[in-house]
T-cell receptor, first 115, second 110 residues
């Protein structure tokens, strides 16, 4: 597609349940990033994929968070045993190369609400 | 990564020029200055990037003094649709990860 697509756009889940968030990057973009944005806050880096390299997981807040990416296509962010503090907008971005050269293209995010 | 400091919020009126200044005192030689714009319920959007002096595109201008310890994003003749959060980032050339701060929330009034 023309842009980064994220699904679902909204997700309400009960505390303790697992959720999966999906990101379809722009075709051909080798780099993919996940961020979390709490209400009224800036973006918090979570994880970064670049081609076939090992992902940079340095931003994942706990072992309940994990992400996978199939080649240079779709990525899934999984949150296990969700907690209320996980409520946020989860943003995915992709880039054709290094972020500084090209900038990121962001999706519109998945708004996660844990009740 | 160089820390940035920018105002939390700014107000303006339609038709005015808006200048948002960002401080980055410990910027390194190979760092670039990049600005993103985020509208409500959307992901951030790349606006402009520069290394020194002045850069201009169809959206904004970026002014960077010789010492590069600050930069100013200039939005000419703002409209209501420019109401957004503006993020200043200092990024190492060829880096793979962008770190966002809390940004400047610009509110444009009629």
């Amino acid at each position: 597609g023309a842009g980064v697509s994220q699904s679902p756009s909204n997700k309400v889940t009960e505390k303790g349940k697992d959720v999966e968030l999906r990101c379809d990057p722009i075709s051909g973009h080798t780099a993919l990033y996940w961020y979390r944005q709490r209400l009224g806050q800036g973006l918090e880096f979570l994880i970064y994929f670049q081609g076939n390299s090992a992902p940079d997981k340095s931003g994942l807040p706990s072992d309940r968070f994990s992400a996978e990416r199939t080649g240079e296509s779709v990525s899934t962010l999984t949150i296990q045993r969700t907690q209320q503090e996980d409520s946020a907008v989860y943003l995915c971005a992709s880039s054709p190369g290094t972020a500084n050269n090209y900038g990121y293209t962001f999706g519109s995010g998945t708004r996660l609400t844990v009740v | 990564l160089a820390k940035t400091t920018q105002p939390i919020s700014m107000d303006s009126y339609e038709g005015q020029e808006v200048n948002i200044t960002c401080s980055h005192n410990n910027i390194a030689t190979n760092d670039y200055i990049t600005w993103y714009q985020q509208f409500p319920s959307q992901g951030p959007r790349f606006i402009i990037q520069g290394y020194k002096t002045k850069v201009t595109n169809e959206v904004a201008s970026l002014f960077i003094p010789a010492d590069r310890k600050s930069s100013t994003l200039s939005l000419p003749r703002v409209s209501l649709s420019d109401t957004a959060v503006y993020y200043c980032l200092v990024v190492l050339y060829n880096t793979d990860k962008l770190i966002f701060g809390t940004g400047t929330r610009l509110q444009v009034f009629p």
